[in-house]
């Protein structure tokens, strides 16, 4: 019980935490004339962060390294990376995701 107790207390703190730092930015961005470098540097943030939760999942799926040959979560991201370049539609590329690691799992 006091278990539970404490999952429910951390998630209500962080979803608190989370609405006022959304909420911050959402508000005080629009009021900020931000300069130039600083738009630039922004628009490196994403990719990274992107890259830096991709990278071990796709590279080191269980937790460990597995040859390129033997690793099927890398080999069904290339056939997704490419339907949501060509597509741009979220809803076909989590699809496809999904359907190619089913294949990759089960078949190989």
């Known amino acids: 019980m006091v278990i539970f107790s404490t999952l429910w207390l951390q998630t209500v703190i962080i979803g608190l935490g989370t609405y006022f730092i959304r909420s ?16 630039n540097w922004l ?3 994403t990719p990274a962060v992107l890259g830096a939760l991709l990278g071990p ?12 040959f033997q690793n099927t979560t890398l ?6 990376a ?7 539609n979220l809803i076909l590329t989590v699809a496809s995701g999904v359907v190619c690691f089913a294949i990759a799992t089960h078949f190989f």
């Not at 911050?24 to 470098?37: D, P, Y």
């Not at 999942?57 to 390129?68: G, I, K, T, V």
């Not at 490419?82 to 741009?88: N, Q, S």
């Open 82 to 88: 490419l339907v949501a370049w060509f597509t741009r």
């Open 24 to 39: 911050g930015s959402l508000i005080g961005a629009g009021r900020i004339n931000w300069s130039t470098w600083f738009k």
């Open 75 to 80: 080999w069904s991201a290339i056939p997704t």
């Open 57 to 68: 999942l796709l590279l080191l799926p269980n937790s460990h390294w597995e040859p390129l």
């Open 43 to 45: 628009s490196f943030v």
